[in-house]
């Protein structure tokens, strides 16, 4: 009995002698702090894959370490670089858990899912980061998320706040500038860009977000003045992403003229009392004949084919104006002789390739074959609309041989 009590005393635990030997809190955390050194090499270098399972190390030494909120941070970077989004999202929600009072990684997070299009989820990110941190960069983005999510008024405070807390910072302003113009408010937003652009003159983004404003507006003037600016101040890039959007807001036109390629070119030089018979050939000095005749009008945008090529959208007129002078026959009492084209055209070729339309119509001589006309103050309009459905600019629908175009 005395052998064994005494076997059992040698084998008695001695817990002091085995925590000594386990590695305490502090040595954890170096662990960890050292492997995320090891991982932030690798994924400088771009080797994402193993730079994953190396922060995956330093978070298993110190799971709530700073060391290991700072490797699900750059773990979740490595998994966006790799496209695994959803991986991402799981790593920012995990370190979430591991420390839940960083605002940095809800805004992470939401980051995520704003660049998504999940912008409810990212609003729910960005208002818990908000209230653990209400800095004006929270606030704003923030504000961001509430516009992309369409609730516009909580945007507009949220931009309010950023502008209190930030009042030598354009951002509040730029900010509130983006909501009206998603509003359809666009003097409300050119007003804001504006004051955005008092506080900081250099503040390029501002400058373009006022250019598409003025441009949604009809300003397209003004928009222009700003692609110079902007192309001013090596701000190219943005000049030239306004531009094109302003190319798509401008009404086509009607730019130029020429005589036709198709059938017989309709000569609008010619003025009060030309003999029909002087404008084609040899048939037209016959009683009663006809003959087809064209003109080319040039247009300053790729137009709607269809729209161009139906004849309902095409007038032809004796002109009309203030002055004696634009009027069909100079405003003189008409001949007997005096001949009346037809209102619409015979037909409309469009090609696409020149922006060019071949407009066809037909000429008749009277029975008595002394036809008179006027080719001059022949008018042509065409209220049909370009490709991408804008209708005409009613300042360059028209032509007559006279006037040009207005």
Same mark, same amino acid.
């Given at each position: 009995m005395g052998t064994y009590f005494s076997r059992m005393s040698a084998l008695t635990f001695d817990s002091s002698v085995f925590n000594a030997s386990l590695p305490q809190s502090g040595q954890m955390d170096s662990y960890a702090q050292s492997t995320l050194v090891k991982a932030l090499q690798l994924y400088s270098d771009g080797k994402y894959s193993k730079a994953i399972s190396v922060f995956q190390q330093a978070i298993g030494y110190s799971p709530t370490?700073?060391?290991?909120?700072?490797?699900?941070?750059?773990?979740? *970077?490595?998994?966006?670089?790799?496209?695994?989004?959803?991986k991402a999202i799981e790593t920012y929600k995990k370190s979430i858990v591991a420390d839940p009072s960083l605002d940095t990684t809800h805004s992470s997070l939401a980051n995520i899912y704003y660049s998504q299009g999940d912008y409810s989820s990212a609003v729910k990110q960005y208002e818990k980061a908000a209230k653990l941190n209400d800095s004006s960069a929270n606030l704003y983005s923030?504000?961001?998320?509430?516009?992309?999510?369409g609730q516009y008024n909580n945007a507009i405070k949220t931009f309010e706040q950023v502008r209190r807390l930030a009042p030598t910072q354009p951002y509040g302003d730029f900010g509130m500038g983006q909501v009206y113009a998603k509003q359809g408010q666009y003097q409300d937003a050119i007003t804001s860009f504006q004051k955005a652009i008092k506080i900081a003159p250099q503040y390029w983004n501002a400058y373009s977000e006022m250019g598409y404003a003025l441009?949604?507006?009809?300003?397209?003037? *003004?928009? *222009?003045?700003?692609?110079?600016?902007?192309?001013?101040?090596?701000?190219?890039s943005l000049a030239s992403q306004l531009n094109v959007y302003i190319y798509g807001k401008t009404k086509p036109q009607m730019t130029s003229y020429s005589?036709?390629?198709?059938?017989?070119?309709?000569?609008?030089?010619?003025?009060?009392?030309?003999?029909?018979?002087?404008?084609?050939?040899?048939?037209?000095?016959?009683?009663?004949?006809?003959?087809?005749?064209?003109?080319?009008?040039?247009?300053? *945008?790729?137009?709607?084919?269809?729209?161009?090529?139906?004849?309902?959208?095409w007038t032809i007129m004796r002109s009309s104006g203030t002055f004696a002078s634009q009027n069909y026959n100079y405003g003189q009492p008409l001949s007997s002789t005096e001949t009346l084209l037809p209102y619409r055209p015979t037909a409309v070729v469009y090609n696409k390739d020149t922006l060019t339309a071949t407009v066809l119509f037909t000429v008749t001589q009277n029975s008595a074959a002394d036809a008179t006309i006027d080719p001059s103050h022949i008018q042509f309009t065409f209220n049909g609309k370009d490709a991408t459905?804008?209708?005409?600019?009613?300042?360059?629908?028209?032509?007559?041989?006279?006037?040009?175009f207005a």
């Open positions: 370490s700073t060391a290991a909120i700072n490797a699900y941070d750059y773990m979740a *970077k490595s998994y966006q670089q790799l496209g695994e989004t959803n923030l504000g961001q998320g509430y516009m992309a999510d441009a949604d507006s009809g300003q397209l003037d *003004k928009a *222009k003045d700003v692609v110079t600016t902007l192309n001013n101040n090596n701000s190219t005589y036709g390629e198709i059938g017989t070119p309709f000569l609008t030089g010619l003025g009060p009392g030309t003999q029909v018979s002087s404008l084609g050939n040899l048939n037209l000095a016959i009683a009663d004949a006809s003959q087809t005749f064209s003109v080319d009008f040039q247009f300053s *945008k790729p137009m709607d084919a269809a729209s161009v090529q139906d004849v309902l959208n459905g804008l209708a005409m600019d009613t300042k360059a629908n028209e032509y007559t041989g006279y006037s040009g």
